[in-house]
């Protein structure tokens, strides 16, 4: 299983950006996903989780109502949709997966998840 994180960049703040994470590997469908976020000189963090089908996802509260999260089964390929971006947004994005998941439910815990992308860094400036 291999995640690629792609999409980020410098943004002025108010602004927007896509981040994408294309999945490689077995049965992208059963795996549920999360976004995690890492700034200068802090822990990584939750951002935003999916569940396999879609149906269900969940936010950091610093987030909610600036950030979507969705995916293509299809394409393999997880998205972070990010609006109304604040300098504090500016840190390393994480995309993970966690197996093997028709549970229906999502996960903020990073522990929970079995396979990491690489990271893709978002600056936001003021």
Request: charged fraction near 25%; aromatic fraction near 26%; avoid cysteine.
């Given at each position: 299983v291999q995640l690629q994180a792609s999409g980020g960049g410098l943004v002025q703040a108010g602004g927007s950006l896509r981040l994408s994470c294309a999945y490689?590997?077995?049965?992208?469908?059963?795996?549920?996903?999360?976004?995690?976020?890492?700034?200068?000189?802090?822990?990584?963090?939750?951002v935003a989780a999916i569940n396999w089908s879609g149906g269900a996802t969940n936010y950091a509260d610093s987030v909610k109502g600036r950030f979507t999260i969705s995916r293509d089964n299809a394409k393999n390929t997880v998205y972070l949709q990010m609006i109304s971006l604040k300098p504090e947004d500016t840190a390393v994005y994480y995309c993970a997966a966690k197996g093997g998941d028709y549970s229906g439910r999502?996960?903020?815990n990073e522990i929970a998840y079995d396979y990491w992308g690489q990271g893709t860094l978002v600056t936001v400036s003021s």
């Open positions: 490689s590997g077995r049965t992208f469908g059963s795996y549920a996903m999360g976004w995690f976020r890492q700034a200068p000189g802090k822990e990584r963090e939750f999502y996960y903020s």
